[in-house]
């Protein structure tokens, strides 16, 4: 079975620093892989994706991730966090080999101070 | 594009009553439409995956009877929590999807059950 791990239940930063948050997987087949952010009381967000070629992913608002296959890992960044930015972040991984289904992790909270 | 929508966004209602959530994709047509349950600084779990014009695929421990699924077009699936109690209080979202990938997500609804 497919999962998705975020070990970090907050991270707290200062606003201009970066900002990084973490996630791993496990799929039996080849991911594909998202990052989706929500402000209270809202639906997700969609910030990026993997699914094939380069490692690194450019997605909205100056965020991207890189996918590591060797650490299954999947970890979201941005060099200058705003204040803005503080919010719930989720990872989430398909599998097609798992009935395709979208497996999100934990979610890990982002505060960042001004 | 691709903007799902959601209604009501809120509901309370008295123990003992039914609420539908009706889940429309505005501008595209979506095979598939997914929902999910989202309790306070919770993930999300998702409930069923519906397609149209045929039954909906309930996960384990979501009881069919309880959480009706119809997915009656391309663009309407609508959620009903059927003789609803406290312990149904939650923040529902769906999504839609018209490949094997990606996903769009509606603004949720929140309900409260008295």
């Known amino acids: 079975a497919q999962s998705v791990a975020q070990p970090e239940d907050q991270v707290n930063v200062a606003e201009g620093n970066p900002l990084t948050v973490k996630c791993t997987y496990s799929v039996s087949g080849n991911p594909y892989l998202f990052w989706y952010v929500q402000y209270p009381n809202r639906g997700l967000q969609f910030l990026l994706k993997?699914?094939?070629?380069?490692?690194l992913v450019k997605g909205s608002y100056g965020f991207e991730a890189e996918f590591n296959k060797s650490q299954t890992s999947f970890h979201l960044k941005k060099p200058s966090a705003l204040v803005s930015d503080s919010a719930l972040y989720f990872c989430?991984?398909?599998?097609?080999?798992?009935?395709?289904?979208?497996?999100f992790g934990g979610g890990t909270r982002v505060l960042v101070k001004p | 594009g691709a903007v799902v929508s959601q209604h009501p966004s809120w509901v309370i209602c008295k123990s003992g009553t039914s609420v539908k959530i009706e889940c429309r994709s505005l501008?595209?047509?979506?095979?598939?439409m997914f929902w999910y349950r989202q309790f306070p600084k919770q993930s999300l779990m998702l409930m069923a995956t519906s397609n149209e014009g045929s039954k909906a695929t309930y996960e384990q421990g979501v009881e069919k009877d309880k959480f009706l699924i119809n997915h009656a077009s391309l663009t309407l699936s609508t959620l009903t929590v059927t003789s609803a109690h406290p312990e149904d209080s939650s923040f529902y979202i769906c999504?839609?999807?018209?490949?094997?990938?990606?996903?769009?997500f509606g603004p949720g609804t929140r309900l409260t059950v008295l």
């Open positions: 501008d595209f047509q979506a095979t598939t």
């Open positions: 989430a991984v398909r599998d097609k080999a798992a009935g395709n289904k979208l497996t």
């Open positions: 993997y699914i094939t070629g380069d490692n």
């Open positions: 999504s839609a999807g018209t490949d094997s990938i990606r996903e769009f």
